[in-house]
């Protein structure tokens, strides 16, 4: 499953309020390295048959905001809470 069919670009733009595509290259970059984030908590994201959970891809959000606007690695507020019910790995 591409990235782009879980979290479209253009859906992710809207969340962040990003109306211009300057930085459309970075933010498709933060978007595969929250997914890689994600799925190294979660598991594959292709695991999931009836779709990628709506927490998972506001976790995915999260993550991405906070490297686009902080450059910060580490999980921001409210990440862990998001993911918790699908983690495979333990804090």
Same mark, same amino acid.
């Given at each position: 499953?591409?990235?782009?069919?879980i979290?479209?670009?253009?859906?992710?733009?809207a969340?962040?309020?990003?109306?211009?595509?300057?930085?459309?290259?970075? @933010?498709?970059g933060?978007r595969?390295?929250?997914?890689?984030?994600? &799925? /190294?908590?979660? $598991?594959?994201?292709?695991?999931?048959a009836?779709?990628v959970?709506?927490?998972?891809?506001?976790?995915m959000? @999260?993550m991405?905001?906070?490297?686009?606007?902080?450059?910060d690695? &580490? /999980?921001?507020? $409210?990440f862990?809470?998001?993911?918790?019910?699908?983690?495979l790995?333990?804090f």
């Open positions: 499953m591409e990235t782009e069919s979290l479209p670009l253009a859906e992710l733009k969340a962040m309020r990003i109306e211009h595509d300057d930085d459309d290259d970075d @933010l498709t933060l595969e390295a929250a997914r890689k984030h994600v &799925e /190294a908590w979660c $598991g594959p994201l292709d695991a999931f009836e779709g959970p709506a927490d998972i891809v506001r976790a959000i @999260l991405v905001q906070c490297l686009y606007h902080d450059a690695p &580490e /999980a921001p507020f $409210g862990h809470e998001l993911i918790g019910p699908y983690r790995r333990a």
